[in-house]
């Protein structure tokens, strides 16, 4: 945006409001609903790397394809001959430029606000996820609960979310987990907790969640691999540095509230401790 013209980020905001639909139009319908003229739109794709308007187009109409597909058109994808190099090698490779990239287009104040808002102990913290990516709603789940009050895992079961989402209000934060094929459930549950007031942290891919549209904070990781399914390695990469955040930000209560629940876990033999 900062190298646009004032005409060019006025058209990219119009096609960034209804993405990608925005841009499925005709060049001259896109450039009247964005108040330009045609030759901003072609100027536009030029400045973004792209031939021209039909190329910058095309790769629009690619990212669509790409958020709808099944773990074997994925698998079809790839070239899996890559040279002498070990699986395990190339698939590394990959999962590190997914992070490297990731890490790159961070926005580190979202990050901070993001920090600060689950350090609150008076906010209301709700997490949940989709079929593949609960697991790491139920990571940071576990270690938001270690460190602070007032956490809630809604579950997989979205027939009872209304019964949580009733007692939201502007004190709750929801966070959403939501990776292509994006998960129907999760868009109304991140509606319904919208019209409460409370605050949608969003949890997604390189392409975007619907929950994009609704979400006041958004996390978007690279998760591409040689595999029929994503990786979640990326998005792992940004919990833990949140909860390492969260801790810093009020680590006296938050240290107060681990001494106590070592006191507990000790009472309760939970772990085995040296010597016993």
Do not use: C
Not at 102 to 107: A, M, Q, S
């Amino acid at each position: 945006m900062p190298s646009l013209t004032r005409a060019e980020k006025q058209l990219a905001s119009k096609l960034l409001s209804n993405y990608p639909l925005s841009g499925m139009a005709s060049i001259t319908e896109i450039a009247k609903t964005a108040d330009v003229s045609t030759p901003t739109v072609i100027r536009t794709a030029r400045k973004l790397g792209f031939e021209g308007f039909s190329e910058l187009q095309k790769a629009m109409r690619s990212e669509v394809y790409a958020t709808l597909e099944d773990p074997i058109k994925k698998h079809d994808a790839w070239n899996y001959d890559n040279g002498d190099a070990h699986f395990v090698n190339q698939f590394a490779d990959v999962v590190a430029l997914n992070v490297r990239n990731t890490l790159d287009r961070l926005d580190t104040k979202t990050f901070d606000e993001v920090a600060t808002l689950l350090s609150n102990p008076k906010k209301q913290i709700y997490l949940t996820g989709g079929r593949i990516t609960r697991s790491i709603a139920d990571y940071l789940f576990n270690h938001l609960q270690l460190t602070r009050p007032n956490v809630t895992h809604l579950g997989t079961s979205s027939n009872i979310w209304p019964q949580y989402v009733v007692d939201m209000n502007k004190d709750s934060v929801i966070l959403l987990f939501d990776i292509r094929r994006y998960e129907t459930d999760l868009a109304k549950l991140a509606k319904l907790a919208d019209d409460q007031g409370a605050s949608v942290v969003l949890f997604t891919d390189q392409w975007g969640s619907p929950i994009s549209d609704i979400a006041q904070y958004q996390f978007d990781a690279l998760v591409e691999v040689p595999s029929p399914w994503d990786s979640s390695v990326a998005i792992m990469i940004i919990v833990e540095a949140l909860i390492a955040s969260i801790q810093e930000k009020d680590w006296k209560n938050s240290k107060r509230r681990i001494e106590k629940l070592e006191t507990m876990f000790g009472k309760t033999k939970l772990f085995r401790r040296f010597g016993s």
